[in-house]
């Protein structure tokens, strides 16, 4: 028996993705319905895939790794990204170290909001966060954290007034002693870029961008601006087309139907995905309210009460 829940992607890709008899639940419900949700389908015998962020909380995303293992399903995260050929080409690169070892990032990322939305939930501040953090943050963050482990020391600012934050900055450091920045907006347009600086060169790469990376090595007259190929065995490069961002998205399903068939290990895994939604957390526990030089002193000190943050 297979029970799917729908999801806006064409009908006969589904149709020939879902050719395999097992059953999977699509938790892409509000986020704070995930984890009842995920926990439910799993002890009752169903492989979950369950839309980022996968929770609310990480006690919550816990419970859902807890059952996962408790049932022996396959539960996977619906962050895609790790599927893109940029990122995992960045992956390897930084690995390698091949443009030496990292002495800092930039990251930037969001727009104006245009999706569209049949209520204000997706705005509603559930257990105080709820905004662009856990909405794309939670895809920054899970890239950073699998390239380089999860932050040794963050600092957290956003524009939240009793509500949802539409913007954010965040400083990390991670264990090897580098630190940079990420930005994330809900209502200016931004460079929706990465940049990683190494001691000897730089990686770029645009967020919309499945398979281009830019690389500039120090010295160098020109930089490496190209599309990302499949390798092939001998070395050569593979003449097939580089995937698109739905063919990645879509690789998603493939991995956990075969996660549930035992045939490969699930990518995101729940326990993957409690790594970013730890720092979500600590986020938000430790977060000031975000410099607005533009507000007079009244409008700050009322800014100030409606955040219940000193600064």
């Not at 984890?35 to 006690?59: H, W």
């Not at 120090?218 to 698109?244: E, F, K, L, M, V």
Request: some cysteine; proline content about 4%; glycine content about 8%.
């Amino acid at each position: 028996m297979q029970r799917i829940f729908p999801l806006a992607v064409p009908v006969a890709d589904f149709a020939q993705l879902f050719a395999f008899d097992v059953d999977l639940a699509i938790v892409a419900s509000p986020p704070r319905f995930h984890a009842q949700q995920t926990v439910e389908l799993l002890q009752n015998g169903m492989a979950v895939f369950c839309e980022k962020p996968m929770a609310m909380s990480v006690a919550e995303g816990e419970r859902m790794v807890q059952a996962a293992s408790e049932s022996r399903r396959p539960l996977a995260i619906g962050l895609y990204r790790r599927f893109l050929p940029a990122a995992q080409y960045i992956h390897e690169l930084l690995a390698n170290q091949s443009l030496g070892q990292v002495t800092g990032f930039s990251c930037s990322e969001g727009g104006v909001f245009r999706w569209p939305t049949r209520s204000a939930s997706f705005f509603e501040n559930v257990q105080g966060r709820g905004g662009i953090l856990m909405d794309i943050g939670v895809h920054l963050l899970d890239l950073l954290i699998w390239w380089w482990g999860e932050p040794a020391h963050v600092d957290y600012a956003d524009d939240a007034m009793g509500g949802v934050e539409a913007n954010c900055l965040i400083d990390l450091t991670f264990a090897s002693g580098f630190s940079g920045t990420a930005r994330l907006s809900r209502d200016c347009e931004i460079a929706n870029s990465y940049t990683i600086r190494c001691t000897q060169g730089e990686i770029s790469w645009n967020v919309h961008e499945a398979s281009r990376v830019r690389i500039t090595y120090h010295g160098a007259s020109y930089q490496i601006d190209g599309q990302i190929s499949p390798a092939i065995a001998n070395g050569s490069g593979s003449s097939s087309r580089p995937p698109t961002l739905e063919q990645c998205f879509i690789s998603q399903f493939q991995n956990v139907l075969a996660a549930r068939h035992e045939e490969e290990a699930v990518i995101v895994s729940g326990r993957e995905a409690l790594r970013s939604l730890r720092t979500i957390e600590r986020c938000y526990q430790q977060g000031t309210l975000i410099a607005m030089p533009w507000l007079s002193d009244l409008e700050q000190a009322r800014a100030r009460q409606l955040s219940n943050r000193l600064a």
